[in-house]
């Protein structure tokens, strides 16, 4: 038995695949030789490039391998949580309420 996918499922799967791999970026060394690791020239200039679906295009420059990174993973923004609106503890004797002193308990 073989399974055969029909050309329409693959082809939505394709552009999807290709569609979800758009947008993404990487820095490449403009040093001497070929590609190697990024840490091997930490101070050589980066070209920033992009994949478009078909090929990478350069999008723009940077000094070195910090900037590269800066500009490739920013620091995640915190946000502050906001803040509970909650009735402020009253007096009285609920299960988790602070227990009054034994002067007051006699009023």
Do not use: C, F
Not at 85 to 102: L, N, S
Request: no cysteine.
């Amino acid at each position: 038995m073989q399974d055969d996918e029909p050309l329409e499922e693959w082809a939505r799967r394709r552009d999807a695949r290709l569609a979800a791999s758009k947008g993404k970026r990487r820095a490449v060394p403009l040093g001497e030789g070929p590609h190697r690791g990024a840490h091997v020239d930490p101070g050589a200039p980066r070209a920033i490039e992009e994949w478009t679906g078909t090929e990478w295009t350069v999008v723009g420059l940077v000094k070195n391998l910090a900037a590269a990174q800066a500009l490739l993973y920013p620091p995640p923004v915190q946000e502050k949580p906001a803040e509970w609106d909650r009735p402020a503890m009253g007096r009285g004797r609920g299960r988790h309420r602070k227990p009054t002193p034994a002067e007051e308990q006699d009023r």
